[in-house]
C-alpha cells in the first residue's frame, strides 16, 4: 500500500481522510497491508473474504489491535474490539438476549420514547445527536443494570460513559511522536474508565446482595459460570457489563439522530414513515410487537445502519490463515471495514444514495453473504443487535407519530469518524404534526 510513513506508517494518510482511505482499499487488492506505526494489519475487501474473517474467528482468531490498550480497563472485553469473550460469559450473554428477554427489555424502551416525546414542546430546538445519545445510554444503563433504585450509579454513567466513548480512540492509534497532545484526552479518558468501572461495581455489589430473582443481563452474568464451572468473578462480570454498555449506546445513539437526520432530508421517505406509524399506531407509543406491520420503517433502519456502521472491525489470528492466497501469519492483525463493504458499488446500486426500498425482499435477496454487516457476524456477532434494531424502530415510531423534526437552517452536521460514524452537532426542531389516517 503506498502513502506509508517513516514510523507511523499509514497512520496519517488514514486520519486525514477516514472513509476515503479505507473505501480505496479495494481498488488496491483483496488482501491489504497497512502499517499502523509498525504493525501490519491486513484488511480484506470483500464480503467473502470478511465472512472469512468472521467464521475463523471460532477457531483461532481473537480480538485485534486495540485490545492491548484498553484490556486494562476494559479487561478481556474492550468494546472497539468486539468479541472473544470467553465461553461462559458469551453463553451468559446470548441468554441475556434470548428473544424472550428482548421483549421484555423493549417495554422499557416503549416507556422512555413515550416520556421522551412527551418532554418536547413545540419549536422546541433540541441537539437531537445529545438527545439520542443520553436516550441510549439511560435506556441501556437501566436494561443492564436497573439504575432506577441508585440515582447515584445512574448519574455516574450517564455523566461519564460518552467520555468514554468519546476520547477512547486516542489510546489506539499508535502515534508515538504526538503523545504529549493526547496526554490531557489521556487523564480524561482514565478518569471515565475509573468512574464508569466504580459505578458498574456498585451496581454489582446491589445485585449480588438483592435477595429478589430478575431476569437482566446482570443477573444472567452473575449467575453464569466458565469453561472451569467457577462463576463469574466481579470482574469479569464488569468486563462484559461496560462492553454492553458502551457497544450499546454508542451505536444506537447515533444510529438514531443520522435517522432523523435522514428523514429531514428525505421528505417522502418520512412521508411514508409518518403514515405508516399513524396507521399501526393510532395515536400510541409503539411497542415490539408493532414491528412486524412496521414494514416501511424497518427498511429504514436497514438503510440507516448501512449507511453509518463501524468504520473497521479488526481481529487478531491465533494461528496461520490463509485468505484469498495472501498468508497471514499467526499474532498478525486482521480487518475489515463495515463502512468500505457497505458503500462498495459492486454489491449497493447507488452506494451514497439513501434508498430504503433497497432493502425490499428482491432486492436484499440478491445482496452478497457478508456485504451488509452492521453487526459483524459469526459466532461473536454482537449479542444485543436484535434489541438494537428493535429499540431504534420503537423510538422512530414514536416520534414519527408525534413530532416532525426539522433541521435549523444555516446549520450543517458534521461527520466525526470514530469506531462508528457520529454526527457532529445536530440541532433540529421539533414541530408537531397532525395524525393521518390512511396509507
Same mark, same amino acid.
Given at each position: !500500500? ?8 499509514? $497512520?496519517?494518510? !488514514? #486520519? +486525514? ?28 475487501? %470483500?464480503?467473502?473474504?470478511?465472512? *472469512?474473517?468472521? /467464521?475463523?474467528? $471460532? ?10 490498550? =484498553? ?36 417495554? /422499557?424502551? %416503549? ?20 438527545? !439520542?445519545?443520553? =436516550?441510549?445510554?439511560?435506556? &441501556? ?14 448519574? *455516574? ?6 467520555? #468514554? ?23 480524561? =479518558? ?5 468512574? &464508569? ?62 435517522? =432523523? ?6 421528505? *417522502?421517505?418520512? +412521508?411514508?414513515?409518518?403514515? *405508516? ?9 409503539? %411497542? ?17 445502519? +448501512? ?10 489470528? @491465533? ?10 501469519? @499467526?499474532?498478525?492483525? &486482521? ?31 440478491? #445482496? ?51 469506531? %462508528? ?11 408537531? +404534526? ?6
Amino acid at each position: !500500500m503506498p502513502g506509508r510513513w517513516p514510523l507511523l506508517g499509514h $497512520t496519517p494518510a !488514514m #486520519l +486525514r481522510r477516514r472513509l476515503d482511505f479505507s473505501a480505496g482499499l479495494s481498488a488496491v487488492g483483496d488482501v491489504v497491508r497497512i502499517y499502523l506505526g509498525k504493525r501490519v494489519v491486513y484488511v480484506v475487501t %470483500t464480503p467473502q473474504l470478511a465472512c *472469512e474473517v468472521l /467464521a475463523a474467528e $471460532t477457531c483461532g482468531v481473537g480480538k485485534g489491535l486495540p485490545v492491548g490498550k =484498553f484490556r486494562k480497563f476494559f479487561g478481556n472485553r474492550p468494546p472497539v474490539a468486539g468479541g472473544d469473550c470467553r465461553h461462559g460469559e458469551r453463553k451468559a450473554v446470548q441468554a441475556a438476549f434470548h428473544p424472550d428477554r428482548v421483549v421484555q427489555y423493549c417495554t /422499557a424502551v %416503549t416507556k422512555g420514547a413515550a416520556e421522551l416525546v412527551d418532554s418536547w414542546r413545540p419549536g422546541q430546538v433540541l441537539e437531537i445527536d445529545r438527545v !439520542m445519545r443520553d =436516550f441510549a445510554i439511560a435506556t &441501556v444503563d437501566r436494561m443492564l443494570l436497573a439504575t432506577d433504585s441508585d440515582p447515584e450509579v445512574d448519574g *455516574e454513567i450517564r455523566r461519564w460513559t460518552p467520555e #468514554l466513548i468519546r476520547h477512547g480512540v486516542a489510546r489506539v492509534l499508535p502515534l508515538p511522536r504526538a503523545r504529549k497532545l493526547v496526554r490531557p484526552v489521556d487523564r480524561r =479518558f482514565d478518569e471515565a474508565v475509573g468512574r &464508569v468501572h466504580a459505578a458498574v461495581d456498585r451496581a454489582i455489589a446491589s445485585a449480588r446482595a438483592d435477595p429478589v430473582e430478575r431476569q437482566d443481563p446482570l443477573r444472567s452474568l452473575l449467575s453464569a459460570r466458565d469453561s472451569t464451572g467457577r462463576v463469574l468473578s466481579d470482574r469479569q462480570v464488569r468486563d462484559e457489563v461496560v462492553t454492553l454498555l458502551v457497544a450499546g449506546s454508542g451505536t444506537t445513539g447515533p444510529a438514531l439522530a443520522w435517522l =432523523f437526520h435522514e428523514l429531514a432530508r428525505h421528505p *417522502e421517505v418520512q +412521508r411514508r414513515v409518518q403514515t *405508516e406509524a399513524d396507521e399501526v399506531l393510532r395515536g400510541r407509543p409503539a %411497542t415490539i410487537g408493532d414491528l412486524p406491520r412496521l414494514r416501511y420503517l424497518r427498511r429504514v433502519v436497514n438503510e440507516v445502519l +448501512r449507511r453509518y456502521p463501524l468504520w473497521f472491525v479488526v481481529r487478531r489470528t @491465533a494461528e496461520d490463515l490463509v485468505l484469498a492466497g495472501v498468508r497471514v501469519p @499467526a499474532g498478525a492483525e &486482521v480487518a475489515f471495514s463495515p463502512h468500505a463493504l457497505h458503500h462498495d458499488e459492486r454489491f449497493h446500486r447507488d452506494p451514497w444514495r439513501f434508498d430504503p426500498d433497497r432493502w425490499s425482499p428482491e432486492r436484499a435477496g440478491a #445482496l452478497p453473504r457478508g456485504a451488509y454487516l452492521p453487526f459483524a457476524g459469526g459466532a461473536h456477532r454482537c449479542p444485543g443487535h436484535a434489541y438494537a434494531t428493535a429499540g431504534i424502530a420503537i423510538v422512530a415510531a414514536t416520534t414519527a407519530a408525534r413530532w416532525r423534526l426539522v433541521p435549523v437552517p444555516g446549520k450543517s452536521v458534521r461527520t466525526k469518524v470514530v469506531g %462508528t460514524i457520529h454526527p457532529g452537532r445536530m440541532p433540529m426542531a421539533a414541530l408537531p +404534526r397532525p395524525r393521518t389516517t390512511t396509507l
